[in-house]
C-alpha cells in the first residue's frame, strides 16, 4: 500500500472557507465524519482539541497538521484542505495556515495505515513535495503528487 | 561521525517521523552518517541495536513521549531534546551537537 492508495476525494477541497482555527477544525472533522473514516464526530473533535491542546500542530510553511488517534475512527485517513484566506494556527514558524492535512487514526493495531500517515509526515519535511501540494490546482495535480 | 537519533511524540502519528526525516536529512546534510530509531504508534521502528550503539559517536534524543530503554545511550553524549524542535531546526541541533563534541 501507498499514500496514493488512501487518498479519498471526499476529503480533498480546494478553495475552503473557514473563520478561523476552531472553525477549521469542526468544518474538516465534519468532512472526515460524513466521508464515514469516523463514527462519533464529538469524540473526534475532543481527540484533536485535545492534542492541540498539548502543542499547536501548525508545523510551518503554512501547513497544519491536525491529528488523533481514536476508537471512534473507523479508518485511517487524511485530509488535503487548502484554504482560501489563511488564519492563525500557533504554528512553529508563527506564519499564518493555508493548508490543513487533517489525520485519524485508529486506537487498534492497525500498522499498514500508520505506516502511511508515517510516510505522509516524513514527505512534509520534503520543501519540493509541500510546494507541490500548496500548487495543486484539481484531484488530478493531487493525484500525480502520489503516484 | 555516526550519530544516533530517537523520535517520540504524543500522539505517535505524524511528529515522530517528521522528527526523524529532519534528523535524518540534517546529520546527513552535515556530512555524517545517522540512524534514527521511531517510537511511534506503530511500535519501535528502525532499532538501535548494539552493534550500532558501540559504533555511534553521539545521539539525539527527541521525545514528548517517554523514551523506551534510554538507558542504552548511558555510554554516549547525548543532546536532549523536544521532537518538535526536531521538526522545526534539526540542523540546529546538529550544530549544537557538534559543537559539543568537538
Known amino acids: 500500500m501507498n499514500i496514493g492508495s488512501m487518498i479519498d476525494e471526499r476529503l480533498i477541497a480546494f478553495d475552503f472557507s473557514v473563520e478561523d482555527k476552531a472553525d477549521a477544525i469542526k468544518k474538516i472533522a465534519h468532512m472526515v465524519f460524513e466521508s464515514e473514516k469516523v463514527s462519533d464526530e464529538k469524540e473526534y473533535v475532543e481527540g484533536l482539541l485535545e492534542r492541540e491542546a498539548e502543542f499547536e500542530t501548525g508545523i510551518g510553511n503554512g501547513i497544519a497538521i491536525p491529528h488523533c488517534k481514536r476508537k471512534c475512527v473507523k479508518q485511517a485517513a487524511f485530509t488535503l484542505v487548502h484554504l482560501n484566506h489563511p488564519i492563525e494556527w500557533g504554528a512553529m514558524d508563527g506564519a499564518p495556515v493555508n493548508y490543513v492535512i487533517m489525520l485519524a487514526a485508529p486506537d487498534g493495531e492497525d500498522n499498514v495505515h500508520i505506516d502511511i500517515l508515517a510516510a505522509l509526515a516524513r514527505r512534509l519535511m520534503d520543501s519540493e513535495f509541500r510546494s507541490s501540494l500548496l500548487n495543486a490546482k484539481s484531484i488530478d495535480d493531487i493525484k500525480k503528487i502520489f503516484n | ?102
Open chain 2, 1 to 102: 561521525m555516526f550519530i544516533l537519533g530517537v523520535t517520540s511524540c504524543p500522539v505517535g502519528i505524524a511528529h515522530t517521523f517528521m522528527g526523524a526525516e529532519g534528523l535524518q536529512r540534517a546529520i546527513e546534510a552535515a556530512g555524517h552518517e545517522a540512524k534514527i530509531e521511531t517510537q511511534g504508534a506503530n511500535g519501535m521502528q528502525n532499532v538501535i541495536t548494539e552493534d550500532d550503539i558501540r559504533r555511534a559517536d553521539a545521539c539525539i534524543l527527541a521525545c514528548d513521549a517517554k523514551v523506551r530503554n534510554p538507558e542504552r545511550f548511558d555510554d554516549l553524549p547525548t543532546l536532549e531534546c523536544s521532537v518538535y524542535e526536531a521538526c522545526d531546526e534539526p540542523e540546529n541541533l546538529v550544530k549544537e551537537l557538534l559543537e559539543a563534541i568537538g
